[in-house]
């Protein structure tokens, strides 16, 4: 079992800068992808971007060249430093982690795990 908590969420204006973390604990050895998406008010959860266990990277069209997901093995931590925030960025941030485990039968399983969720707000 993998469990991750977000952080970092707020209010922020437009043009201005945040940093989301993504704290993972228990099975991380299993975890082979780390993401980012995102859901907006009325509108389906999307990839932001992701990095897997050797880590590259995959960015959305609109976020590509102002976001950077990166991660710190050694804290279990993946990062979205989000800079040039604009309005259309609000939307909950959702960090997940994709892996695979193996059942009592030894046979593999891939599984997707997600946070709870972070508010980002952009207004002036």
């Known amino acids: 079992q993998v469990q991750l908590v977000e952080s970092g969420g707020g209010l922020v204006q437009p043009g201005g800068s945040l940093r989301l973390s993504c704290l993972a604990s228990g099975s991380v050895n299993s975890i082979n992808t780390r993401t980012w998406h995102r859901q907006a008010p009325g509108k389906e959860r999307e990839l932001v971007a992701d990095?897997?266990?050797?880590?590259?990277?995959r960015y959305a069209d609109s976020v590509k060249g102002r976001f950077t997901i990166s991660s710190d093995n050694g804290r279990n931590t993946v990062y979205l430093q989000m800079n040039s925030l604009k309005s259309e960025d609000t939307a909950v941030y959702y960090c997940?982690?994709?892996?695979?485990?193996?059942?009592?039968?030894?046979?593999?399983?891939?599984?997707?795990?997600w946070g709870q969720g972070t508010q980002v707000t952009v207004s002036s």
């Open positions: 997940s982690a994709e892996g695979i485990h193996y059942n009592d039968g030894g046979n593999p399983v891939a599984y997707r795990t």
């Open positions: 990095i897997t266990r050797g880590g590259t990277t």
